[in-house]
């Protein structure tokens, strides 16, 4: 940071993600390290706030609530979908200009970067010496010349999980799910939809994204020819469980008419004779089947006690 004194203002703009405070807590703490920083401001609601002059004093914050501020979700400092146009941006440097502020962070995509842009040239218009720095944030992740944006990675996460939920849902109530996912121009987040396949026959089994033209005959042949793909195709029967151990099983189909409309019932060697309990063979059946950390019910007997039940 060149010697400038002044004031540092920092707003966040766009859709929240999962990072977006990270970046805001990194800017403040270290802009607090450099003696020429006056003062850290936050515009509340993007730069929205920076027109309406609502901005927040964080220069005494203390760096344990920062970094608690770092860890939570959505912006802290709110944030805005205003689109600034070059009306909007001279409005923006009259109030830097006014605060005295002299190193402007905007958090956001590329509208963020535009806006810091013009911010910019409004500074080199007026011969007001201004640091101007967009700080990379956008779930769309097509931030040219950055290998990837903060935030992509989170909600690339989220999308990939949801997938993996329609794709089982769409097991269970057979149909055609469609799914639109958001990305600007670029196919990056609509993409992300197929890290959660694990088998080949796993949806999504169509992904279009914007990179590509969409072609809507095409698109219906797709969705036919992967409606027609199921795992089970050409197999009736019923799974089977067969113990081939205590803690082991296998698996095999058995033709529908040995099982259907049948039921299974204790053998007799699960029941003493009296018909009132059971017997260690069921004990030894059961047993593994409800898993391990099992309560023990076993009590410590006194002596008098143990007499008086006739085992002592």
């Keep these: 940071m060149a010697k400038l004194t002044g004031k540092v203002l920092i707003a966040q703009g766009g859709g929240p993600t999962a990072v977006i405070n990270q970046s805001l807590v990194g800017t403040v703490l270290e802009s607090r390290k450099f003696p020429e920083v006056t003062r850290v401001y936050g515009a509340i609601n993007g730069v929205r706030g920076i027109v309406d002059e609502n901005l927040l004093d964080l220069t005494q914050e203390t760096t344990h609530n920062l970094e608690q501020v770092a860890m939570t979700p959505s912006s802290a400092l709110l944030s805005t979908r205003d689109k600034p146009d070059e009306a909007y941006c001279r409005e923006i440097f009259k109030v830097c200009q006014a ?13 963020s970067a535009d806006t810091v842009r ?14 101007c720095i967009h700080i990379p944030k956008t779930i769309d992740n097509d931030l040219v010349i950055n290998d990837h944006t903060p935030g992509y990675g989170s909600a690339a996460r989220f999308v990939a999980q949801a997938f993996m939920g329609f ?11 469609i799914g639109v996912v958001m990305g600007r121009h670029a196919g990056f987040l609509t ?17 279009y994204v914007p990179e590509r033209p969409f072609s809507e005959d095409q698109f219906l042949k797709d969705v036919k020819k992967a409606a027609q793909f199921a795992i089970w195709r050409d197999i009736d029967g019923s799974i089977t469980i067969e113990r081939t151990g205590n803690y082991s099983v296998d698996y095999r189909i058995v033709p ?6 049948k039921t299974k019932v204790m053998v007799d060697s699960f029941l003493n004779k009296e018909g009132n309990g059971t017997t260690p063979e069921f004990y030894a059946y059961a047993r593994p089947l409800v898993g391990s950390g099992f309560p023990n019910s076993h009590r410590i007997r006194s002596p008098t006690v143990a007499k008086i039940l006739g085992d002592g």
């Design 99 to 111: 605060h005295d502020v002299h190193y402007f962070f905007y958090i956001g995509g590329n509208d």
């Design 118 to 131: 013009i911010v910019n040239q409004n500074a080199d218009s007026a011969g007001y010496e201004m640091r």
């Design 167 to 177: 794709n089982l849902d769409n097991r269970a109530l057979p149909g055609v799910f």
């Design 191 to 207: 993409a992300a939809s197929a890290l959660g396949k694990k088998y080949p026959d796993d949806g999504p089994h169509c992904i």
């Design 256 to 261: 529908l008419e040995e099982i259907a409309a």
